[in-house]
């Protein structure tokens, strides 16, 4: 077959009508699988393997679960593959042809796979990568362009999209309050505040700099002692969250918490923040002395602001950025 | 209005003089003075009352007027003291993972022509790993209200700022730090602003800055 020859009918070395057939079969779905996005068709065809590339990628698919299957992958004595989970699940038989399946493992695949590259899954939501097949998989976990979970804190929802979308699904389905601006003064009022047992939380999404921004306030436990926190989100990738800074604040009768610090991204989870202490920790006991009177109702004003930080250090790996101070 | 007395207050309210104390709102950690009210209110006694050492390590039972301290906390204990009303220190805490009892800090301030106690501590609040940081004032509580103070602890990108009143050292440390009426924060926030991430699990490098006002309206 002709590696470079997009057209089936102009390969010289063809010699089985089977062969062309499935060149034009892969071709056909090579639109069918990248929706006809030309942008795609226009990157595959630069390497030069459009129809190879997909052939090799179908032939990585198992038959039985249609995943990629990735070492060790099987096959049985007639050759046809099959991928290691579902081998498990066959008891012995050869899914397509029904004999009996042995130990054997079908490296010419895993090697060929090897040379295979492939754009990133989430290519239609603008990764323009592309990966060698044995190191898409972790990239897909981490690319960028790969949605969004939602960042409602309660119970796991498991709804995913793009900012804007999850910006509504927040507002109609979990009823968050939207404000817009950057600053922000909050009243947060709990009677009988040593009722709490489990976590209760607050989410309020703030609109500014065009961004949006989930601002959390909690109260849990902290070990043993009950403590009130608050921090920020960043609606987008951290790259982007560095941009930006905010302070929070608490206070009352000559004593005064502040709080400033880069948001993070949505991309960790609200436990995950809450747990690492990324954010303005207050003891109870110190939550009521703010709230004044009688101390039996927590009245917390929590006031704070958002701004975009001109000034980046611009190193990677999370390194020191320039002290505030 | 300020708030009726509370928990945290409570200890430096006690001998404010024309605060009729109110038996209704306080809680159980009410200090019962040796001396009945009356003689409380007599200024000339007060004076008089010598304080106890601040030094919080061995129970160390000297007292005596500011100055008396002063040159015991020098000469005995070894403390340092640091002029100025502002002030830059880094605290290197090795193995923060192995903490079994509170360690503790004391540094002493000289300025305004008087003298405070800075405590940076680590200790265990309810077994979560904790660090605190207060400033308490050699004197009287009634003196101690006319200054504030603040500590801050930044690094990494973040920073948290306490402003608070000095507490007088007729508190015990220990009472100040039980009622965390200072710069606290968890060990997993220290990390945050811990200047020597690469070193995570070895030490923990926090600097701690801070000033000293004088109120001006008292």
């Known amino acids: 077959m002709d590696l470079d020859s997009m057209d089936c009918t102009t390969t010289m070395d063809v010699t089985d009508d089977e062969e062309i057939q499935q060149d034009r079969h892969s071709y056909a779905s090579v639109s069918k699988h990248h929706h006809n996005n030309s942008n795609n068709v226009n990157v595959a065809a630069a390497s030069g393997l459009l129809p190879t590339t997909t052939s090799v990628h179908e032939l990585l698919e198992c038959p039985v679960c249609t995943n990629s299957m990735y070492p060790p992958i099987h096959q049985c004595h007639n050759g046809h593959t099959l991928c290691s989970t579902c081998k498990t699940r066959v008891h012995n038989r050869c899914p397509t042809c029904r004999q009996e399946l042995g130990d054997i493992r079908c490296l010419a695949l895993e090697k060929v796979a090897e040379s295979l590259e492939l754009p990133c899954k989430h290519m239609s939501l603008g990764c323009p990568e592309i990966f060698p097949y044995y190191s898409k998989l972790k990239h897909e976990t981490v690319c960028n362009f790969r949605p969004y979970n939602c960042p409602y804190a309660g119970s796991e929802c498991s709804v995913m999209g793009d900012i804007p979308y999850l910006v509504a699904h927040l507002r109609d389905d979990h009823k968050v309050d939207m404000h817009s601006g950057c600053t922000f003064n909050h009243r947060y009022v709990k009677s009988n505040p040593r009722e709490v047992e489990n976590a209760t939380w607050m989410l309020t999404v703030f609109h500014c700099f065009g961004q949006y921004f989930c601002l959390h306030f909690e109260a849990f436990q902290l070990g043993m002692a009950p403590v009130y926190m608050a921090f920020l989100r960043f609606m987008g990738d951290e790259t982007e969250a560095r941009n930006y800074n905010y302070s929070l604040e608490v206070g009352g009768y000559g004593r005064k918490l502040t709080w400033e610090g880069t948001p993070r991204s949505v991309r960790d989870s609200h436990r995950k923040v809450r747990d690492s202490h990324d954010g303005l920790i207050i003891q109870r006991n110190m939550a009521l002395f703010f709230s004044g009177g009688d101390r039996k109702e927590l009245k917390l004003r929590v006031t704070g602001r958002i701004w975009k930080d001109q000034q980046q250090s611009g190193e990677g790996g999370g390194a020191c950025i320039p002290n505030l101070s | ?218």
């Open chain 2, 1 to 218: 209005m300020e708030p009726q007395i509370n928990d945290l207050q409570i200890d430096s309210r006690l001998h404010e003089l024309h605060f009729t104390v109110c038996t209704k709102h306080m809680s159980s950690t009410i200090y019962q003075c040796p001396n009945d009210h009356t003689e409380e209110v007599n200024i000339e006694s007060q004076e008089k009352k010598p304080f106890n050492c601040p030094y919080s390590g061995s129970k160390c039972g000297v007292t005596g007027d500011t100055q008396w301290l002063l040159v015991h906390l020098r000469n005995d204990h070894h403390v340092e003291m640091h002029d100025g009303r502002s002030f830059s220190h880094r605290y290197v805490h090795h193995n923060p993972k192995h903490l079994h009892h509170p360690t503790w800090m004391l540094t002493l301030l000289d300025c305004f022509g008087r003298q405070f106690c800075l405590y940076f501590e680590a200790f265990h609040l309810r077994k979560t790993p904790m660090y605190i940081a207060f400033i308490q004032f050699m004197g009287d509580e009634e003196e101690a209200m006319s200054f504030s103070y603040t500590l801050e602890v930044s690094g990494n990108g973040r920073k948290l700022t306490w402003q608070g009143v000095p507490r007088s050292i007729r508190d015990s440390h220990k009472t100040v730090r039980d009622s965390q009426d200072g710069l606290i924060l968890t060990r997993k926030s220290a990390l945050f602003f811990s200047t020597d991430n690469n070193n995570s699990n070895k030490e923990l490098k926090l600097k701690i800055s801070g000033r000293v006002w004088r109120d001006q309206t008292h």
